[in-house]
């Protein structure tokens, strides 16, 4: 059974930054893809970034590109998300997930199988 547990959340000013970081367990991390999505209240869950399984290419909303960075530690089953110059629109719960398919790069949450709790993120202005 796939786990996925996101950490680092929390509360920080208009240009500051903060570190989201999520732990898998139950996959063979390295065989698949994974993103970072986000849903505020009363909006539908949206992509915000995703990487492939080897990390040698990403892939962003251009409502973060340059702010946001995603990465993944394949030998210590990690994936990240930093995230700077964070805006009060960038309020939202966010969710990491692993893709559906081993070895294939798609950005569509319909194509990601596996989700974490979520972590939430606000930021005040």
């Known amino acids: 059974q796939v786990q996925l547990v996101e950490s680092g959340g929390g509360l920080v000013q208009a240009g500051g930054s903060l570190r989201l970081s999520c732990a898998a367990s139950g996959l063979t991390f390295s065989n698949y893809a994974m993103g970072w999505f986000r849903q505020a209240p009363g909006k539908e869950r949206e992509f915000v970034a995703a990487i492939t399984w080897g990390g040698g290419s990403t892939s962003y909303a251009d409502s973060v590109k340059g702010r946001f960075t995603i990465s993944r530690d394949n030998a210590k089953n990690t994936v990240n998300l930093q995230m700077n110059s964070l805006k009060p629109e960038d309020t939202a719960a966010y969710y990491c997930?692993?893709?559906?398919?081993?070895?294939?790069?798609?950005?569509?949450?319909?194509?990601?199988?596996?989700w974490g709790q979520g972590t939430q993120v606000t930021v005040s202005s």
């Open positions: 997930a692993a893709h559906r398919v081993r070895k294939r790069f798609t950005t569509q949450k319909e194509h990601f199988g596996s």
